[in-house]
């Protein structure tokens, strides 16, 4: 894909967040990725264009879909993947985020896809490490390239960003996933709701510009795309809610609730999904309306397209 033009259309030697990323960079990410779509469906997946580089993993923090897809973008992009369990690693010994960075630092990797529990952790250990930096996810702070498939799952459906109306339902307050759809949804033209009970949103949710709702029949009127969250349970120390059951009543997603969107409204999820807590389990699987499988295919595309974009930019990693 030679795009001598690459460096300059997308010049970022890590991605951290959506922060950061004007409009026409995101969008080069989401062409790209568009053809990393394609390449995904053949029978032979593979290119060489990350050849001779090494990928590793690191996460500190649970994951099935987005680890296991960096995993497979980085394969089919040639390069060497390892994939670092904290469980089994030194972390478990007491070594620091910093020195099990510097330490894998040292082995001349070229890039490290980083999910962490506290907020900023990546951005801390971006500062470090000679090597292109990921955050797959840090806290309830950023996580990039659930966004950016997200974009592309909506694009490829709805021919475009722009002028769409989304909501975004649920635990906005823990949701990494939240605060990065926020920016780039705005960034590329859409118009933001988000519907969540008082407890669940931020103190600062103003400083958004997104429109707040507190109920579904207001907050899903119209709405093009309805974006549920999971309950971040493990990010809740405190009551937030009165009972799951209640929250299904008032916030989780149903047929009934969802006919004040748009017709063809499209459902999304990014995983894991908790059935008959924020959304129904029918229409969790309902190929008409949900399209929660398609963002898990379009994540390995974008995952390909973010390490493309930075390999592009990134001199081979030979420093001591
Ligand atoms: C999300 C995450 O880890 O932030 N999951 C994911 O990456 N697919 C959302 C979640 O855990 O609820």
Redesign the pocket.
């Given at each position: 894909m030679g795009d001598p033009d690459a460096t300059l259309r997308f010049p970022h030697r890590h991605i951290l967040g959506i922060a950061g990323l004007a409009r026409d960079e995101i969008a080069f990410l989401l062409d790209l990725a568009d053809s990393y779509v394609d390449q995904n469906r053949r029978a032979d997946k593979k290119n060489a264009v990350l050849r001779g580089r090494t990928l590793i993993n690191l996460f500190f923090?649970?994951?099935?879909?987005?680890r296991t897809s960096f995993e497979l973008a980085g394969k089919r992009l040639g390069a060497d993947v390892i994939n670092m369990s904290v469980a089994t690693s030194a972390v478990k010994k007491g070594e620091t985020l910093i020195d099990t960075a510097m330490t894998l630092n040292a082995m001349h990797l070229d890039v490290l896809v980083v999910?962490h529990a506290a907020s900023g952790a990546v951005h801390l250990l971006a500062d470090k490490v000679d090597c292109a930096v990921v955050n797959?996810?840090d806290g309830s702070h950023e996580?990039p390239t659930?966004a950016l498939l997200d974009a592309l799952t909506i694009r490829r459906r709805k021919g475009g960003l722009e002028g769409l109306l989304v909501a975004i339902c649920g635990?906005i307050l823990h949701?990494?996933?939240a605060r990065s759809n926020m920016l780039l949804l705005q960034t590329m033209g859409a118009r933001v709701r988000v519907v969540a009970p008082a407890t669940l949103l931020p103190a600062a949710i103003g400083r958004y510009g997104v429109e707040v709702h507190h109920d579904m029949r207001t907050g899903l009127a119209d709405a093009d795309i309805v974006m549920m969250?999971?309950?971040?349970l493990e990010r809740m120390n405190g009551s937030f809610l009165p009972s799951i059951r209640e929250y299904f009543r008032f916030f989780g997603l149903d047929y009934a609730k969802l006919g004040v969107a748009k017709p063809d409204a499209l459902i999304m999820h990014?995983?894991?999904i908790n059935r008959g807590v924020e959304i129904d389990s029918e229409l969790a699987d309902d190929i008409n309306r949900s399209v929660i499988r398609e963002q898990v295919e379009m994540?390995v595309a974008v995952r390909m397209a973010c390490l493309d974009a930075l390999m592009r930019n990134a001199p081979s990693n030979a420093g001591g």
């Open positions: 923090e649970d994951s099935t879909r987005t999910r797959a996810g996580h659930q635990d949701s990494r996933v969250l999971r309950l971040q990014p995983g894991p994540g």
